[in-house]
């Protein structure tokens, strides 16, 4: 990802948790495909739960006080796909249950569209300041 003098660390963690909604439809999509196919193990996204430690253990902001310096990297938390392989509902060894996975789905969708809307506010506060505030 390309970063721009512009960018903050509320817009990558933004950036970062819609794509993990994205990723995470995607993974519920294919949840429900399989509801009926044997030995089929559902599938998560996993990725507040990442962003959260990786929050937590930020105290200092590495900073770049010489050109010749190595620039400073953190490792950026993203979404992980997790199969969960320990359970089994059915005799078939499936273990998708079809409600929890259309209940995800419709968490999801908040979710989505909450942070799209934070997105969206966080380029319209950016115009306004360019503009001026006017």
């Known amino acids: 990802m390309v970063k721009s003098i512009l960018s903050s660390p509320q817009e ?21 495909a399989n509801v009926n196919t044997p030995d089929f193990k559902r599938s998560e996204v996993v990725f507040e739960d990442k962003l959260a430690a990786a929050m937590a253990g930020n105290k200092l902001a590495l900073t770049r006080t010489r050109a010749g310096h190595l620039p400073a990297r953190r490792d950026e938390p993203g979404p992980a796909v997790v199969t969960d392989t320990a359970t089994s509902l059915r005799t078939d060894g499936n273990n998708v249950d079809i409600d929890a996975e259309m209940a995800n789905t419709a968490k999801n969708q908040i979710y989505y569209n909450t942070v799209a809307q934070m997105l969206g506010r966080y380029y319209s506060n950016l115009k306004s300041a360019i503009k001026g505030g006017g």
């Open 12 to 32: 990558t963690v933004l950036e970062q948790a819609l794509g993990a909604a994205s990723l995470r439809h995607k993974v519920i999509a294919n949840n429900i």
